[in-house]
Nanobody
Framework: QVPLVESGGGLVQAGGSLRLSCAAS????????MAWYRQAPGKQRELVAA???????NYEDSVKGRFTISRDNAENMVYLQMNNLKPEDTAVYYC????????????WGQGTQVTVSS
């Protein structure tokens, strides 16, 4: 399994911005999707944003217009630009990469904490 490492989380005031990064320690092939999930205390993990190998994107309704997912194909990295952050965005954010190369793979990072103060 290829480890994924998220970074860029932290504490910000409401209305502020953060940019999350996810780096793979090894090369990734035949990527189907790269995505960001989040999980707040007492809540289930939810998909925040995803981008396919073809560049198509999808966003959770509450972050549309505020968050932007992007990728660097050459470096196998994925980013999440988060603007106009709200307290409800507070959660641990996880990077996920799915694909099929010889066999199906599904990699997850360890998570990075995002806390938005009122």
């Amino acid at each position: 399994q290829v480890p994924l490492v998220e970074s860029g989380g932290g504490l910000v005031q409401a209305g502020g911005s953060l940019r999350l990064s996810c780096a793979a320690s090894g090369r990734l092939y035949s990527i189907n999707s790269m995505a960001w999930y989040r999980q707040a205390p007492g809540k289930q993990r939810e998909l925040v944003a995803a981008i396919t190998g073809g560049g198509y994107t999808n966003y959770e309704d509450s972050v549309k217009g505020r968050f932007t997912i992007s990728r660097d194909n050459a470096e196998n990295m994925v980013y999440l630009q988060m603007n106009n952050l709200k307290p409800e965005d507070t959660a641990v954010y996880y990077c996920n990469v799915k694909g099929i190369y010889l066999r199906r793979y599904d990699y997850w990072g360890q998570g990075t904490q995002v806390t938005v103060s009122s």
